[in-house]
Nanobody, 126 residues
Framework: VQLQASGGGLVQPGGSLRLSCAASGFASVYYSIAWFRQPPGKEREGVACISGLGNDFYRDSVEGRFTISRDNDKNTAYLQMDNLKPKDTAVYYC?????????????????????WGQGTLVTVSS
């Protein structure tokens, strides 16, 4: 069971990036997947999640700018990030909750997720 996050990089304010979270060893379509981030010098915070039934949830500061999705054929989840701001600079992590199959809703609380990928750095700067 493994998650592999990728897609980070340097982008100018107002730009876009798409992060990928490739799952292996399990079918991610049945489980809640979430993205978290840890800004420099700050604690990790939840960004967005998608439940096993496909419902999504976002933290207020990214609502309308970020979109979480999944491609079941590729067993991969994505985080499309548009209109990026310097405050979005962070190491981004994806995580999976393998404890519940087909959950109708998800939450961006780190304690709910037991499987984590390595981080990918997103830097928003001019």
């Amino acid at each position: 069971v493994q998650l592999q996050a990728s897609g980070g990089g340097l982008v100018q304010p107002g730009g876009s990036l798409r992060l990928s979270c490739a799952a292996s060893g399990f079918a991610s379509v049945y489980y809640s997947i979430a993205w978290f981030r840890q800004p420099p010098g700050k604690e990790r915070e939840g960004v967005a999640c998608i439940s096993g039934l496909g419902n999504d949830f976002y933290r207020d500061s990214v609502e309308g700018r970020f979109t979480i999705s999944r491609d079941n054929d590729k067993n991969t989840a994505y985080l499309q990030m548009d209109n990026l701001k310097p405050k979005d600079t962070a190491v981004y992590y994806c995580a999976a909750d393998l404890g519940t199959v087909g959950a109708p809703y998800c939450a961006i609380v780190s304690q709910a997720y037991g499987t984590w990928g390595q981080g990918t750095l997103v830097t928003v700067s001019s």
